[in-house]
């Protein structure tokens, strides 16, 4: 191979090293990105294994296994004869949360004594407002009068991951995950093939090299 070809070859193949090094670059960087979006699902699945949400637990044994009803509002308040725990519920300002004013008004009583919250039987809300301290739950002693009941401290309330949460969100993890490593290893194979090219390319580059030095050290000879 001629001088002029030998440097047209060399210059040809420099080119396609660094398209090869550019592909190379951006796969890496793509598999950094994807490695970030695997952290993120880890984190999700994480906060998906901790939804803790309140349960009506009469018997005290509450597990993600078990199937409880969610703690509600028609449970806490409902009489006794209709499987509810007769109890209350106040806000933080002592007054009685009602989805309606009483009519009659019980006796002693104002509208002032109550606050009208027309979702509290929604369970998210009701769940919700007892775990920021807006709402307490409230026992009546045997003297008469009512007390604050503490969640972590009251024997019917379970707090804890609902099996069908966690069912689901392991799943979606399993999901997302087999599908992100399906990608991962797609860029492996894709850098591997890049790779090898790259040093081939660089075998024969510094094969003509050598020819071209060759070249050159010959035609010096020639006119020295």
């Given at each position: 191979?001629?001088?002029?070809?030998?440097?047209?070859?060399?210059?040809s193949?420099?080119?396609?090293?660094?398209?090869?090094?550019?592909?190379?670059?951006?796969?890496?960087?793509?598999?950094?990105?994807?490695?970030?979006?695997?952290?993120?699902?880890?984190?999700?699945?994480?906060?998906?294994?901790n939804?803790?949400?309140?349960?009506?637990?009469?018997?005290?044994?509450?597990?993600?296994a078990?199937?409880?009803?969610?703690?509600?509002?028609?449970?806490?308040?409902?009489?006794?004869?209709?499987?509810g725990?007769?109890?209350?519920?106040?806000?933080?300002?002592?007054?009685?949360?009602?989805?309606?004013?009483?009519?009659?008004?019980p006796?002693?009583?104002?509208?002032?004594?109550?606050?009208?919250?027309?979702?509290?039987?929604?369970?998210?809300?009701?769940?919700?407002?007892?775990?920021?301290?807006?709402?307490?739950?409230?026992?009546?002693?045997?003297?008469?009068?009512?007390?604050?009941?503490?969640?972590?401290?009251?024997?019917?309330?379970?707090q804890?991951v609902?099996?069908?949460?966690?069912a689901?969100?392991?799943?979606?993890?399993?999901?997302?995950?087999?599908?992100?490593?399906?990608?991962?290893?797609?860029?492996?194979?894709?850098?591997?093939?890049?790779?090898?090219e790259?040093?081939?390319?660089?075998?024969?580059?510094?094969?003509?090299?050598?020819?071209?030095?060759?070249?050159?050290?010959?035609?010096?000879?020639?006119?020295g």
């Amino acid at each position: 191979m001629g001088l002029s070809a030998s440097q047209a070859r060399y210059l040809s193949l420099t080119a396609r090293k660094n398209n090869v090094e550019y592909q190379i670059e951006q796969l890496t960087q793509q598999k950094l990105m994807l490695a970030n979006e695997m952290d993120g699902e880890a984190s999700l699945w994480s906060e998906g294994m901790n939804i803790q949400h309140l349960y009506y637990d009469p018997d005290g044994t509450g597990s993600a296994a078990t199937d409880l009803q969610r703690l509600s509002y028609q449970i806490v308040t409902g009489d006794y004869a209709d499987g509810g725990l007769g109890m209350r519920v106040a806000d933080s300002y002592g007054r009685i949360v009602v989805t309606e004013l009483p009519e009659p008004m019980p006796d002693g009583m104002t509208v002032a004594n109550y606050v009208v919250e027309p979702y509290a039987t929604q369970a998210d809300y009701f769940e919700q407002n007892l775990k920021t301290g807006n709402w307490f739950i409230q026992q009546q002693d045997k003297n008469g009068e009512w007390k604050d009941q503490s969640l972590s401290g009251s024997s019917f309330i379970y707090q804890g991951v609902d099996k069908e949460d966690f069912a689901i969100a392991n799943a979606e993890y399993e999901r997302k995950m087999e599908s992100l490593e399906r990608i991962d290893k797609k860029f492996d194979m894709q850098i591997q093939q890049l790779s090898t090219e790259q040093s081939a390319l660089e075998t024969e580059m510094d094969s003509i090299k050598k020819v071209i030095d060759k070249n050159i050290e010959e035609t010096f000879k020639t006119f020295g």
